[in-house]
């Protein structure tokens, strides 16, 4: 018998609770096993004897339920290299099946695996980062996070380098504009490049080139314009960089092969400019390829669902939707997934790991 | 039902209503009564929602001077049934609160004692003249009392601490929110039992505290208002303890040599590892003595503790920096190394034999006599062998053997060993040669 159970029955002699009640405390305070063994050990011809049977009639139900969510979530995780949170999972089984020793050999194999991967991190993010290189630091660090979100050290480390980074492409965003407004556009476009090396997917930064791009090539076109004193195109709202950006990141993710990339991109774009042609009109067209995928796609989400894998069903359905967006059995499909998925999620706490003030 | 006890002047209600002195005031109130309409009816009543347990009420006052005061009515519905709540004299007595029970004698039985959250009424007045006729009643106007708060927003718990839960969540919105209930359960569905009373709105963290190693709770939360009602709660959000270290690995016998055990396992991977406590277990004992407290980088441990040729086994657990400690790992069986003491009958007397581990540092052995006097020393010898020769026929001896280190350390001493010398045994007689080894 395991030591709550023996504490419990001790504090049962001696506090007269019963073991309904004593079972009850454990559960209460998270120990489901220590419960089951308190209850299971009420000898037959006890008086708490029928209310502890009825207890581990509920229990056990609850406790195999629990095993095999905690499993499928250590498993997912697992193929997601979240191995922290993986091990957290199993460890979870093992409390409940302590006996269960192929569990307990791949939670030890996989604490080994986390570690040496953490280590290997560590090493090559010291090394970027003395090397200064902001951006595989960043990488780096991501990785690091995904290995181990409880770890608070990372959660310090990453705003640090987030503020580097912030103001590293500030720095060079208001280098380019200050030369794009001067019309030394060779000298922007340096700039906004190098924002881009630090952030793919800063559209200011695109839009900035897409303009300046097109000035020089309507220049390469009329030579005349290019003495007409100030250009047109310099006065171009953020609004509009911006929406140039995400439409010129939508054309990037077609030509590698990424429509729903780009539909998403071409999304914001018009989200940002309602009336940007290009967009609207690479917009239809990515919808009107991929519409032939809108009932494959719908089918294997619904695959995915029967299978109890909410993310990729909803995955599926999303890309569905961004190809027909009217489709209300697909929304019903995506709302109702969400809930259950919404639902799911109540077991897994939020990985961030600051600390809170306050007392008890 | 309230237009009915007004219907006719000098109802027993009315007339306990004049009894009564109106609130804020001294003046006694006049025998009401109906009558025939002579004043008009008040105007611009106006009732006010969203007060804590309590419903301001406020009218226009009526400029005739025959205005002696006014009555209010309640009732749950518009369409009634609306019954007295209070009379007030004066002509610009024109402010009244509802704080639940009516105002007047003996009708406590018919409000509520309180207001209770979020709670409608409807109300009417009408003017009584000087000398107690009434006049006609207003529009009825509506009010509701503040709703029971909503919960505050972000509930936030964090994972992966040692025995505690920090919990946060942002301040409730609501301007009557006084305080909160912070409840936890095993499972999302509950049942959930209080943890915490917050009684100040600002306070919006809390360390749930005293838990055990990696168990899952559900939190959630509910405001509370300065009249102690508590809204619905949140939505619960998942914690989960931080873990103890996992059991160490690969425990097993580095080396044994006399008196002493090492042993040796693999290191846990744990970052915030502080180190490991090797335990022992005799084979007599139930319980595990601690052998030795290492720090995270000592996989080794010596115990030096033990007695030859004894039978024990060892278990290691890991502690981390925050003292949680993992489960025991798995057990490993040791015999200790022995004297490998043994004694020979032959003619010239008893011949003892011992290891004497030369290579583990002993230089000498004592030979010890242990009788029901003590132990007496009988030789104080170098090498492996000494022949006791003093010994006679139908006697029983009992041995020890200590070997000693070239600065007088001495390992733990041999178990007994005992022999029997025969009645018979005068000299070498063949077949009655004995190689012994300790009892028990």
């Not at chain 2, 939360?221 to 996992?246: C, D, F, W, Y």
């Not at chain 2, 995270?296 to 030096?304: G, I, L, N, P, Q």
């Not at chain 2, 005068?426 to 040669?433: A, E, F, K, V």
């Amino acid at each position: 018998m395991r030591a709550p159970a023996i504490a419990s029955l001790a504090a049962l002699l001696v506090s007269c609770t019963t073991p309904v009640e004593s079972g009850q405390r454990l559960y209460q305070e998270g120990d489901r096993l220590g419960a089951l063994e308190t209850w299971r050990s009420v000898p037959p011809d006890s008086e708490g004897y029928t209310g502890a049977q009825a207890r581990i009639a509920e229990l056990e139900p609850e406790f195999e339920r629990l095993v095999q969510e905690y499993e499928q979530s250590a498993r997912e995780y697992e193929a997601q290299g979240r191995l922290t949170e993986a091990i957290l999972d199993y460890r979870l089984v093992l409390k409940l099946e302590p006996e269960d020793q192929a569990t307990f050999d791949h939670v030890q194999q996989l604490a080994r695996t986390r570690a040496a991967q953490k280590a290997e991190l560590e090493a090559r993010y010291a090394q970027v980062s003395n090397a200064r290189d902001l951006v595989l630091a960043r990488k780096t660090l991501e990785e690091l996070r995904r290995l181990d979100p409880f770890d608070a050290a990372l959660e310090t480390r990453s705003r640090l380098l987030d503020e580097q980074l912030g103001s590293a492409i500030e720095a060079k965003m208001q280098s380019g504009r200050d030369a794009f407004a001067a019309g030394d556009y060779p000298a922007a476009a340096r700039s906004f490049r190098a924002v881009l090396i630090l952030d793919a997917e800063n559209e200011a930064a695109r839009g900035y080139l897409s303009y300046i791009d097109t000035m020089r090539r309507e220049r390469e076109a009329a030579p005349m314009l290019a003495a007409g004193g100030a250009d047109p195109n310099s006065s171009a709202t953020d609004n509009e960089m911006r929406a140039e950006g995400f439409h010129l990141g939508a054309l990037a993710a077609e030509r590698r092969g990424e429509p729903y990339t780009a539909i998403r991109l071409e999304m914001r774009a018009i989200e940002a400019v309602p009336d940007h042609a290009g967009a609207r009109q690479h917009l239809q067209q990515l919808r009107r390829r991929q519409a032939g995928d809108v009932d494959a796609l719908v089918e294997a989400g619904r695959i995915a669902f029967s299978e109890e894998d909410l993310r990729t069903a909803i995955e599926l359905w999303d890309r569905a939707l961004l190809v027909d967006p009217d489709n209300e059995r697909v929304r019903a499909y995506v709302g109702r997934a969400s809930h259950q998925l919404e639902n799911l999620e109540l077991l897994r706490a939020a990985p961030a790991d600051t600390d809170a003030g306050g007392g008890s | 039902m309230a237009a009915g006890l007004l219907a006719c002047a000098g109802t027993p209600e009315l007339r306990a209503l004049t009894e009564r002195f109106s609130p804020g005031s001294q003046t006694k109130l006049p025998e009401l009564h109906d009558a025939e309409p002579g004043l008009p009816a008040p105007q611009a009543l106006r009732a006010s929602s969203g007060q804590l347990r309590e419903i301001p009420l406020r009218w226009d006052p009526l400029l005739d001077e025959s205005v002696g005061g006014y009555v209010l009515e309640r009732a749950p519905e518009r369409q009634g049934p609306f019954e007295l709540l209070a009379g007030l004299a004066g002509r610009n007595a024109t402010v009244y609160v509802d704080r639940g029970p009516g105002s007047w004698p003996g009708a406590s039985n018919r409000g509520p004692e309180t207001l209770s959250d979020g709670q409608t009424f409807f109300y009417r007045v009408r003017a009584f003249e000087r000398d107690g006729a009434l006049g006609p009643r207003s529009e009825a106007v509506a009010a509701r009392t503040a709703p029971p708060p909503d919960p505050p927003a972000e509930l936030r718990a964090w994972s992966h601490r040692p025995r505690l839960v920090p919990l946060g969540w942002e301040p409730a919105t609501d301007v009557h929110a006084a305080g909160y209930v912070l409840e936890r359960g095993p499972t999302p569905d509950g049942p959930f039992e209080r943890i915490a009373n917050i009684q100040d709105r600002w306070q919006t963290s809390w360390v749930d505290e005293g838990l055990g190693d990696l168990r899952v709770f559900f939190y959630r939360i509910s405001t509370v208002n300065g009249a102690g009602g508590r809204g619905e709660p949140t939505q619960p959000v998942r914690a989960v303890t931080k873990p103890e270290p996992l059991p160490p690995l690969g425990l097993r016998v580095v080396a044994r040599r006399l008196g002493e055990n090492e042993l040796g396992w693999d290191p846990n991977v744990e970052q915030d590892l502080k180190g490991y406590r090797l335990l022992r277990i005799r084979a007599a004992a139930s319980a595990a003595e601690p052998v030795a407290e290492l720090r995270r980088k000592a996989t080794v441990a010596v115990d030096a503790e033990v007695d030859p040729g004894e039978r024990l086994s060892y278990v290691v657990v890991a502690r981390d920096r925050h003292g949680l400690e993992s489960a025991p790992s798995g057990r490993v069986e040791v015999e200790s190394e022995g004297y490998e003491l043994s004694a020979t009958l032959r003619e010239d007397g008893v011949h003892l034999q011992w290891n004497p581990r030369v290579d583990e540092g002993y230089e000498r052995a004592r030979i010890l006599l242990e009788t029901w006097l003590g132990s007496r020393e009988l030789a104080h010898v170098t090498g492996s062998t000494w022949v006791h020769t003093d010994v006679e026929s139908g006697t029983r001896y009992r041995y020890r053997v200590v070997l000693e280190r070239p600065d007088g350390s001495a390992a733990r001493p041999s178990r007994l060993l005992e022999i029997s010398v025969p009645n018979s045994w005068t000299s070498w007689l063949p077949g009655q040669d004995s190689n012994l080894r300790p009892s028990g």
